[in-house]
């Protein structure tokens, strides 16, 4: 009977295996038309600063609509698409069309924002990125101080060549972000080395807030950190006023979550911020 049952269960886990790995090699396969067939869409998180009760810019998040899976989202297709260079194609679309947006919103006469785009590795080893930012910069006429490049700490670890790309691109103006910190592999001396402008505390770390003592202490010690650099701290993941009190308690001076809004189309987005009295809902 035991065994009956192991072997069971051992064709439920293959089964699973190998939905799960037939579903990676269609997404792999799909992911080169995605951009091409205009599957791929934008939407935008608010970013809020505390300090001055506005919206001081956007996240772009990355959709897939596929034809036949439906809406996949960045976590399962993000990290198909770094195992090759197809990260760099989608990456390319994604800053593009941030930038196309944003263009669009400051037409509309909504107030100045800042645009942030999520950079993968892959795209900064490659030599041209540098030159594909300050392209798309003209192109949708946008000041350099308007968009800011998140990175996370694990693909700073990656290489020299990353970092000289980074540095150039920051000396135009363009803003720098860590991402998620705190979850890769942190080292202290990189935050030094290269002159970042933002640290962006991952959302594991505000979960549990304030009831984890622990998260407490790594948010405090994140924000003394950020001090002593002079870098701007943003809290992700700020789900309720709870998260919200306390972060204001550590002196963090920007937050992002559902608490205000949950990623949106750009029209939406536009409307939300035109809408929202952002001093009402802090209060
Ligand atoms: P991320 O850059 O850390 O983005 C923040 C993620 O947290 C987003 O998930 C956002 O929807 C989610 N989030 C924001 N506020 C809350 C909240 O209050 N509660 C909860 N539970 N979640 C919240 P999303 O859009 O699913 O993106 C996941 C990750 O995929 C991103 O994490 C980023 O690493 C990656 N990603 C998304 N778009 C792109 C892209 O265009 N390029 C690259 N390279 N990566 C991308
Ligand atoms: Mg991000
Ligand atoms: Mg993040
Ligand atoms: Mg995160």
Redesign the pocket.
Known sequence: EAKRQGKNRYCIYDFALAMEFNERLRIERSLKQAIRNDELA??F?PLIDLQTSRVYGV?????WYHNELGMI???RF?PI??QSDV?VD??SW?LRE?CRVLRGWMDSGLPELKVS????AR?LTDSRFAALVSRVLTEFNIAPEQLEL?I?ETALQANEQILRQLEHIHKSGVGLAI??FGTGYSSLSRLKELTFDRV?I??SF??DLPHSSNDIEICRAVMALCQVLSLQVTA????NHEQLDMLRELGCHCI????FS??LRPELLADWIRQTDIAAVLR
């Open positions: 934008l939407e998180q996240e772009a998040l990355c959709r989202p960045p976590d993000i698409a770094e990260i989608i990456g994604v941030s785009v999520n950079v993968s795209q998140e996370t991402d998620d962006k991952d959302r505000v979960r992700e993941g700020v789900e992002q979550g559902y608490l949950r990623p």
